[in-house]
C-alpha cells in the first residue's frame, strides 16, 4: 500500500482558497490549515476516520496491554533475542500487524496508508520520552515494556491515542499538502523543491502541535471499555466513534487557529 500525492485537490473555490496561499511567499501555516479544513468535503472527514484508520489505532493500543503482561515481545518485528533497536522493532511490528488487518478485512484506503505512517511515528515518539533512556537507538527492551506498561497502568491510554491523533492529522494535512503545491515549485513564492518542503514541514508541524491540544482526557473509560471488547466488530464500532469524535475535535482546533 502506498499513498501518492499525484491526485490534485478537486476544482472547488474552497480549495482554490487554499491554493492562493501557496501563492504567497511565507503563507502562514496556521491559516493554510484552517483553509483545508473549510475545503475538505463530507467523503474526505468521513476517510478520516475510517475503518483503516481504527484499526491503526487499535493495533496500536494493543502495545500497552500487552507491555503490562509483560508480552510486548510478541509485537515486534523480528527476534527478541536478536533485537538491536526494539523501539524501531515495535513500530514495525505494529505496523505490520495493522497491515495485514486491513489487507484482509478489505479496508485500505490513502488515509488507512497515513494511519500506518501515524502508528510508527506514534510508537517513536513515545519511545523518545522514556526517563532514563540512553537515547531512542539505545533503548533497551524492559524500558520499552515498562514505559508502555504505563499507559495502560497509570492509566493514560487517552494520552497515547492523543499522540495518534495529532500524528495521524499530522501527515493527512501534509498530504493534502504535498498533492497541490508542486504545481507552485519554480514560483516567486516557491522558487525550489527544499522551499516546498519546508514549508510542508511547517504545515505538518503546526498541525501536530494544535491537533496535540486536544483533550482526551475524559476519554480513558471509553477507550479501555472498548478495549475489553474482544468480538472485533463491537470493539471497532466503540473506537470508532470515540476516534470519530476526537477527529471533529482536532479539526476544529484547526479551523479555529485560523480565526
Known amino acids: 500500500m502506498g499513498t501518492s500525492s499525484s491526485q490534485r485537490s478537486p476544482s472547488t473555490p474552497e480549495w482554490e482558497r487554499v491554493r492562493e496561499l501557496y501563492r504567497q511567499p511565507n503563507p502562514d501555516p496556521v491559516e493554510v490549515l484552517s483553509r483545508i479544513v473549510s475545503a ?8 478520516l476516520k475510517g475503518a483503516g484508520v481504527v484499526c491503526c489505532l487499535d493495533n496500536l493500543l494493543e502495545a500497552p496491554i500487552a507491555a503490562h503482561a509483560g508480552d510486548l515481545s510478541r509485537l515486534l518485528m523480528g527476534h527478541p533475542g536478536m533485537l538491536q533497536m526494539p523501539a524501531i522493532e515495535l513500530a514495525n511490528g505494529i505496523r505490520r500487524h495493522a497491515e495485514s488487518e486491513i489487507i484482509n478485512r478489505q479496508i485500505a484506503s490513502r488515509f488507512s496508508d497515513l494511519g500506518l505512517q501515524a502508528v510508527g511515528t506514534t510508537v517513536m515518539g513515545a519511545a523518545e520520552d522514556i526517563p532514563g533512556a540512553l537515547g531512542l537507538l539505545r533503548t533497551t527492551l524492559p524500558q520499552l515494556e515498562s514505559h508502555f506498561a504505563s499507559f495502560y497502568e497509570e492509566p493514560r491510554l487517552n494520552y497515547l491515542a492523543g499522540a495518534f491523533l495529532a500524528d495521524d492529522l499530522s501527515h493527512a494535512f501534509r498530504y493534502f499538502v504535498a498533492r497541490d503545491i508542486s504545481d507552485f515549485v519554480g514560483t516567486e513564492a516557491l522558487p525550489t523543491v527544499s522551499s516546498s518542503s519546508i ?6 508541524h503546526s498541525c501536530r502541535l494544535l491537533t496535540g491540544e486536544v483533550d482526551l482526557t475524559r476519554s480513558e473509560d471509553i477507550i479501555r471499555h472498548a478495549l475489553t471488547r474482544r468480538d472485533p466488530a463491537e470493539r471497532g464500532e466503540l473506537l470508532h466513534g470515540f476516534f470519530g469524535q476526537a477527529i471533529d475535535s482536532g479539526l476544529g482546533a484547526l479551523a479555529d487557529a485560523g480565526g
Open 199 to 204: 514549508l510542508q514541514d511547517r504545515i505538518a
Open 40 to 47: 475538505i468535503g463530507p467523503e474526505t472527514r468521513a476517510g
